[in-house]
């Protein structure tokens, strides 16, 4: 695996029109930058992932720091890509791919198959054909162009990287994008179909407004002897368990609960009905993962999750951390909008007889069209 990813994230975003750099916008729960680094990270194709920034001040505080590098752009993006190319010669890296922060949308599909093409070709670019009718001005007057041959080219883009060093050295990449030094050049390069999704934020218009959805889940389970006992994930030292035809896991239970809920899905016996022999004994988490899925696919994300635990026993202090830790590798969500709060009944019921444990939930959602 000798291939290098360089994410470009230098200038100031003048058209984006805000008090930030447009890399750094919170566009679905995270800056946008962040969605570049984490799928590059999660794709596992990158011996070294390299971000060209303005500044390391921000990007220090980033949990992915440490698996990453940083070094510092120039004043055109043509200028931090080549910055780039320099810091990486001494690598002696075999492939490259450069990216634009501002394309946080592609996909680990897409990462895949750009690399798959380089067994092959030198130079592989994404593009998309253009749908809109298109007008070529000259002085005072407009043209019309064939829609038909005019492609939108985007990023990532995927290069043997001696073959990219060498035009870049000697034309000091004065351009918009990589691929136009080896078109200028008549290389031959491979077009991939591009990504509908994956367009470029300028302006911030480009950002659809967010619509939220909300959910509540609830779940409440007998305590019994001789089971072991699940909470967010986490198995709980205690003298019983929770009865149920999977582990019982009442947070994890009424997380589903909710999720379905704020996706104006049915209740969760539809998707986990307890008369199959194929859920007895389940863990929560694998009825978690489907239902995650049926979120992402929608264009779903989760923002934050709040959650009553309702026992008298186990406290809920002993192990809130571990519970949180569990639920945010689970979920995939920052520790910082997962609340888990301890509640008592006052000895009433079941509960307050420690013969059972509740969980409530609430949630919210977002979808970003």
Request: charged fraction near 30%.
């Amino acid at each position: 695996m000798n291939n290098y990813f360089v994410i470009l994230a230098s200038g100031k975003g003048k058209r984006f029109h805000e008090n930030m750099p447009k890399q750094y916008f919170q566009y679905k729960n995270k800056e946008i930058i962040d969605h570049s680094v984490e799928k590059s990270l999660k794709s596992g194709l990158f011996k070294k992932i390299i971000i060209v920034a303005d500044s390391l001040k921000r990007l220090r505080k980033k949990k992915y720091f440490k698996q990453i590098t940083v070094i510092k752009g120039g004043k055109q993006r043509s200028d931090s890509s080549l910055l780039a190319l320099k810091y990486l010669k001494k690598f002696k890296p075999k492939n490259i791919l450069i990216h634009d922060a501002a394309r946080p949308n592609f996909s680990i599909k897409l990462l895949k198959n750009l690399i798959k093409n380089l067994r092959k070709y030198k130079t592989v670019v994404p593009i998309l054909k253009a749908n809109d009718s298109i007008k070529y001005k000259i002085k005072k007057g407009l043209f019309n162009l064939d829609r038909k041959n005019i492609f939108l080219t985007q990023t990532p883009q995927a290069f043997r990287f001696n073959d990219l060093y060498k035009l870049a050295i000697l034309n000091k990449n004065k351009v918009t994008d990589e691929s136009t030094l080896f078109i200028e050049k008549n290389y031959k390069i491979k077009f991939i179909k591009g990504e509908n999704q994956n367009s470029k934020i300028t302006y911030l218009n480009d950002i659809n407004i967010p619509r939220t959805y909300f959910g509540i889940g609830f779940d409440i389970h007998r305590l019994i002897k001789n089971k072991k006992l699940y909470l967010g994930g986490v198995k709980v030292p205690f003298h019983s368990g929770l009865e149920g035809h999977s582990d019982g896991d009442v947070i994890l239970h009424s997380i589903i609960d909710a999720l379905l809920g704020a996706m104006q899905k049915k209740d969760i016996g539809t998707y986990f009905p307890s008369n199959k022999n194929k859920f007895k004994n389940i863990r929560s988490p694998k009825m978690l993962k489907p239902i995650l899925n049926i979120l992402n696919n929608n264009g779903l994300s989760i923002n934050n999750l709040d959650i009553n635990l309702i026992c008298e026993k186990p406290k809920v202090s002993k192990f809130r951390n571990k519970i949180i830790n569990s639920l945010s590798k689970l979920i995939l969500l920052d520790k910082s909008k997962i609340n888990l709060k301890g509640k008592t009944v006052e000895k009433l019921g079941l509960i307050g007889k420690e013969k059972a444990i509740a969980c409530e939930v609430i949630i919210s959602i977002t979808k970003y069209d």
